[in-house]
């Protein structure tokens, strides 16, 4: 078996951690950054390449036109802005990749260029930025918009929002500071450029403030629609990707890969990290009863579902017949997410069928052993031509031990999963295999 990547995706973001669960809170307060770092500190030592860092600036009430289900169920807020977690997070590390969300829409180029540049100094190397379009009105709304711009436009305005960002970062030649004590010249004026960007949505005249990188940013990105991949594909080092069955996968990372040679990139530039949650359990016994559990919906079990693919589709499946097949269904907002979620069951299933589908591990759950779940893993990622995983669920300590204290000697044994991460940073993590 050849190795994997593995990673931590925090869904949750600076949210709210295991709400309803008897852990939660036991021992530490979710706004605070230790409960993040001891996690942090758990996946760095389990051979994790890199925990990304959800956000989202809205209090979602796209579900039945009201935020009551989402905040009782603390589900997408409340939460804090990630990135000033970042700096707590690299202290508690020394190799796994921070990987914090930025909106393309809602941050200026050189605003993001900026942040972006001071914390990779931190990090030496080990800072990644998940960049996302915020499809949701109600995000837009908070911006001075009355609604999202146009999902492709979104996109043809990230395209150019990332050139912007690297030409900044590039505006310093790397041997511009020189520090000449004697010459009494601490950087050389001829190597640092104006940018002189003037383009269809920026204009930015640059330079940066910043000292030169030795190291860009790793870009992560989860576009999921024929133009999500195609900017994927021509940017991103990483692709963050949902997906119900092998050939969904393999043809969602096909897609990405095929994107990157079209822009003149080579596809093992990128990393197709397709998201998965375990829920490890000691026997069959146990899996056959988690799984009908699971599939015994409650309202709470329903809202709780719906609310959260109304939030990310921007579509309110309150007004849906749970026992009819969904209608048509089109979105300005996460195509690829809602495309995922109806295709999650056989064409013609009704809306209950598509939930009690998911919910018994056709979807994200990957319900079993510890033995069991590795050994799905290692098959899918042979099925896939698959370069890994990130697993995702909230970080209290309960859940992340429950998860990955068996889960590792698991997925070691079988030799997809490093011992050891390197001390060259995450790019050069994620390119080792
Ligand atoms: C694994 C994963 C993580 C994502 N994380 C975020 C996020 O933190 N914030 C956000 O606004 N959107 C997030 N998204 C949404 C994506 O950025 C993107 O908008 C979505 O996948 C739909 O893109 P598409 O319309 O090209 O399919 C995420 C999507 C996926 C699949």
Redesign the pocket.
């Known amino acids: 078996m050849s190795l994997l990547h593995f990673g931590w995706?925090l869904g949750a973001g600076f949210g709210v951690q295991g709400w309803g669960d008897d852990s939660y809170g036991v021992g530490y307060d979710w706004k605070k950054p230790q409960v993040y770092q001891d996690a942090a500190r758990v996946f760095e030592a389990s051979g994790l390449d890199l925990l990304v860092i959800?956000?989202?600036v809205t209090v979602p009430d796209t579900y039945g036109g009201t935020a009551e289900v989402n905040l009782a169920s603390a589900r997408f807020v409340p939460k804090h802005d990630p990135l000033p977690l970042v700096p707590y997070l690299l202290g508690a590390t020394s190799k796994l990749g921070i990987v914090p969300?930025l909106s393309a829409s809602f941050y200026e180029p050189f605003t993001a260029a900026r942040l972006l540049s001071t914390l990779q100094h931190f990090a030496d190397g080990r800072l990644g930025f998940?960049v996302?379009?915020?499809?949701s009105d109600l995000a837009a709304q908070n911006y001075g918009l009355d609604k999202q711009i146009e999902?492709d436009l979104r996109y043809d305005r990230a395209d150019e929002w990332i050139d912007v960002v690297r030409k900044l970062w590039r505006s310093w030649e790397p041997d511009a500071i020189v520090e000449d004590a004697a010459g009494r010249v601490f950087a050389d004026y001829r190597k640092v450029h104006t940018i002189d960007h003037d383009g269809r949505f920026f204009t930015v005249r640059g330079p940066l403030t910043n000292a030169p990188l030795p190291e860009e940013p790793v870009m992560v990105q989860?576009?999921?629609?024929g133009?999500?991949q195609a900017f994927a594909g021509k940017n991103s080092d990483v692709v963050?990707?949902?997906a119900s069955t092998p050939e969904r996968m393999r043809a969602h990372r096909d897609a990405v890969r095929q994107a990157a040679a079209d822009a003149g990139r080579s596809p093992d530039a990128i990393r197709v990290l397709f998201?998965v949650q375990p829920i490890v359990t000691a026997n069959a016994e146990e899996s056959a009863s988690v799984r009908a559990a699971r599939a015994e919906l409650t309202q709470a079990s329903i809202d709780e579902a719906l609310q959260s693919i109304s939030y990310l589709s921007g579509v309110d499946f309150k007004r849906f017949d749970l026992d009819a097949p969904l209608p048509e269904l089109s979105t300005n907002s996460?195509?690829?997410?809602l495309d995922n979620f109806v295709k999650s069951a056989p064409a013609g299933s009704t809306l209950r069928e598509i939930l009690q589908t998911r919910a018994q591990g056709d979807g994200l759950a990957v319900i079993g052993t510890p033995d069991e779940i590795a050994d799905h893993l290692a098959t899918l990622g042979e099925q896939v031509g698959g370069d890994g995983f990130l697993f995702t669920g909230h970080v209290h300590p309960a859940n992340v031990h429950r998860t990955l204290d068996p889960l590792v000697p698991a997925l070691r044994r079988r030799g997809i999963l490093r011992t050891e991460l390197g001390d060259g940073g995450l790019r050069q993590n994620l390119l080792d295999f």
């Open positions: 995706f959800e956000d989202g969300t998940n996302v379009t915020s499809g999902h989860a576009g999921a629609s133009r999500g963050l990707a949902l998201v996460n195509q690829g997410t």
